[in-house]
């Protein structure tokens, strides 16, 4: 992508403008805060002590920075962190890199029949949604397979995550965003309840996606006069049991049709529910249970699911800050020999996942990556599970700023940029350059991040002056919420320089 050619402005005399331009980014380098973002942290009630930010050109590598501001202090980056796993599968895996989810079996179909059982050994796949999951039904239809005799057996083996209560890190067990990794992470293990208003007969009609074996969920809930509002409360369901879902309120009229996702209440249950669901919706049919189990090593396959690229994923889990597919790439990494990482240097192709995929593994290989690619200069991050969701990982914005701009000169760069928001128009950055008078509104490319206290933002922003800036910011802080304009204020005085 190129930068935009907007011309420089002229001043005169032109002697004095440039001095006074120099002046300029010398004061910004040596730590004085733009005015906007002054003002914004001030209307705040923010100390600048809590801010921390770098802005420096992409290229060439020895250009001067407009900015540093506690650049070298670890912070907590939130979601910001997702630009660390996210590049370095870029770099380790390849844009084009697949997971695959493969179906065995240890009795060949006879008749349209499998006389034996039928094992899907899961690959990690970030996005196994339903549609995905649906094809892959009807392919084994078409090799003979409308009938399991024995059991449908589903492999999670290819990684092992530690137990995971939902609701642990912020309450919010319901939160799609909270589901835990899974090698077979079948429709982030969440249920898509949508209401529909039928004003005639006194009731929205509830539907739910997708077909979960043994869940039975109220059709219908009565309508209210009420205001939209709180809607989700006004249903006041009831998630407390693993076979129902009740809604002992109204849902208001006014509303219109709405949908919830909803993570499943009994997580550890959810593949097996929908898998068993989505193939009798399918049209086939199953004798046995669905359960959990292992491949056997003698078992053939019958059927390979191939996964979108890495780049299709890297853009849901950047401009939409998808932690659990996060995590799903976090967890490919560590399935790498880290003597092959070690080797990154050297030309390769991408790497073949070759074990079993764990955190503490996943934090090893990054480290290495980090160590070959960065060399132990800036400070490495600190990395828990690669996704943001966490009280404990540390980066400074000097290692995000060294990352976006080695990621810049990277072959496949273009392709991490295009992975994130932009400000003004799409992801999580829409909200962000809204202003009809907005210099960076559609030129800046940008993470954003948030956890209770943090604030962040990092990404590239196309200047006026031409010149394509790494642009990274935070703030840490019992009120980080108020200093969120701040960030904007960097981000729109990074796109509007002009000398």
């Given at each position: 992508m190129s930068a935009p050619t907007s011309p420089m402005r002229r001043i005169r005399p032109w002697l004095a403008g440039g001095l006074l331009a120099v002046a300029a980014c010398s004061a910004m380098a040596q730590g004085s805060l733009p005015?906007?973002?002054a003002g914004a942290l001030q209307r705040a009630g923010l100390p600048a002590s809590a801010f921390s930010a770098l802005v420096v050109p992409v290229a060439p590598p020895d250009a001067p920075e407009r900015l540093r501001h506690r650049a070298d202090e670890p912070v907590n980056p939130a979601s910001v962190m997702k630009l660390v796993t996210t590049y370095a599968a870029i770099d380790l895996l390849g844009p084009d890199f697949t997971w695959r989810t493969r179906f065995y079996t240890d009795a060949p179909p006879s008749a349209g029949a499998?006389?034996?059982?039928?094992?899907?050994?899961?690959g990690g796949d970030p996005k196994l949604v339903l549609e995905r999951i649906q094809d892959a039904f009807l392919a084994l239809h078409d090799k003979g397979v409308q009938v399991v005799l024995g059991d449908i057996v589903l492999d999670h083996s290819a990684f092992e995550v530690p137990s995971h209560d939902p609701g642990e890190f912020d309450g919010e067990g319901l939160r799609p965003y909270n589901a835990s990794?899974?090698?077979?992470?079948?429709?982030?293990?969440?249920?898509?309840?949508?209401?529909?208003?039928?004003?005639?007969?006194?009731?929205a009609v509830v539907r739910s996606e997708p077909p979960m074996a043994g869940l039975a969920i109220d059709a219908t809930v009565p309508l209210s006069k009420a205001g939209c509002g709180d809607w989700r409360g006004a249903l006041r369901a009831r998630f407390d049991d693993a076979n129902t879902v009740r809604f002992e309120g109204r849902y208001p009229q006014s509303c219109g049709e709405k949908v919830w996702p909803v993570a499943y209440q009994d997580p550890a249950s959810y593949a097996a529910r929908a898998i068993e669901g989505l193939w009798r919706a399918s049209g086939g049919a199953l004798t046995g249970t669905v359960r959990t189990g292992l491949t056997p090593p003698a078992a053939v396959l019958l059927h390979e699911a191939q996964s979108l690229p890495l780049s299709d994923i890297i853009t849901d889990v950047n401009q939409w800050s998808n932690n659990v597919m996060a995590q799903q790439v976090f967890l490919t990494l560590g399935r790498l020999s880290p003597a092959r990482v070690d080797a990154a240097t050297a030309p390769r192709g991408p790497?073949?996942?070759?074990?079993?995929?764990?955190?503490?593994?996943?934090?090893?290989?990054?480290?290495?990556?980090?160590?070959?690619?960065?060399?132990?200069?800036?400070?490495?991050p600190?990395?828990?599970?690669?996704?943001?969701?966490?009280?404990d990982e540390r980066i400074t914005p000097d290692a995000l700023a060294h990352l976006l701009r080695h990621a810049a000169r990277h072959p496949n760069g273009e392709r991490f940029v295009q992975s994130l928001s932009v400000a003004g128009v799409n992801g999580t950055a829409a909200r962000m350059a809204r202003g009809a008078d907005s210099a960076a509104r559609g030129n800046a490319w940008l993470k954003t991040g948030?956890?209770?206290?943090?604030?962040?933002?990092?990404?590239?922003?196309?200047?006026?002056?031409?010149?394509?800036?790494?642009?990274v910011g935070f703030i840490n802080h019992p009120n980080a919420g108020a200093g969120r304009p701040a960030l904007d204020a960097l981000v729109e005085w990074t796109a509007s320089l002009r000398d």
């Open positions: 005015p906007g973002v499998l006389r034996g059982n039928l094992y899907i050994r899961g990794p899974d090698a077979l992470l079948v429709n982030f293990k969440s249920v898509i309840l949508s209401f529909q208003p039928d004003p005639a007969a006194g009731v790497l073949t996942p070759v074990r079993t995929g764990r955190f503490e593994r996943s934090r090893e290989v990054v480290a290495r990556w980090w160590k070959t690619t960065f060399g132990i200069r800036p400070t490495p600190v990395l828990d599970n690669g996704a943001g969701l966490s009280r948030t956890l209770r206290d943090v604030v962040g933002v990092a990404g590239y922003v196309n200047a006026q002056n031409g010149q394509r800036y790494a642009v």
